[in-house]
């Protein structure tokens, strides 16, 4: 599975933005899909994921603001971000795996990744 990201850029604090994940192989409907991110100096944090089914879950820093959607016919996930903050800037990643509904946000649970789109978010 390849997966492609998009949809990063600059925004002022309280925009949206949305990014895009476009996958390759004909068994994307198979995995579930994760957003994480990752700020200079820190480590990798788990943003939201979708199984298969469209079952979404989120991390309590972005739940409420940031929805996570997946498109099954166009191999495509989607991370809307609304009310942006500050503390938003960060590479965004997307990434494919097969990972227990109880450890659905661990990084290391995820097989594929695509390369990082920038989000940056300004007051």
């Known amino acids: 599975v390849q997966l492609q990201a998009s949809g990063g850029g600059s925004a002022q604090a309280g925009d949206s933005l949305r990014l895009s994940c476009a996958a390759s192989g004909s068994t994307f409907r198979m995995y579930t899909m994760g957003w994480f991110r990752q700020a200079p100096g820190q480590d990798r944090e788990f943003v939201a994921s979708?199984?298969?089914?469209?079952?979404?879950y989120y991390s309590d820093s972005v739940k409420g603001r940031f929805t996570m959607s997946r498109d099954n016919a166009k191999n495509t996930i989607y991370l809307q971000m609304n009310n942006l903050k500050l503390e938003d800037t960060a590479f965004y990643y997307c990434?494919?795996?097969?990972?227990?509904?109880?450890?659905?946000?661990?990084?290391?649970?995820?097989?594929?990744w695509g390369q990082g789109t920038l989000v940056t978010v300004s007051s």
């Open positions: 979708i199984r298969g089914g469209g079952a979404s």
């Open positions: 990434a494919a795996g097969t990972p227990a509904l109880s450890a659905i946000r661990r990084p290391n649970l995820y097989n594929y």
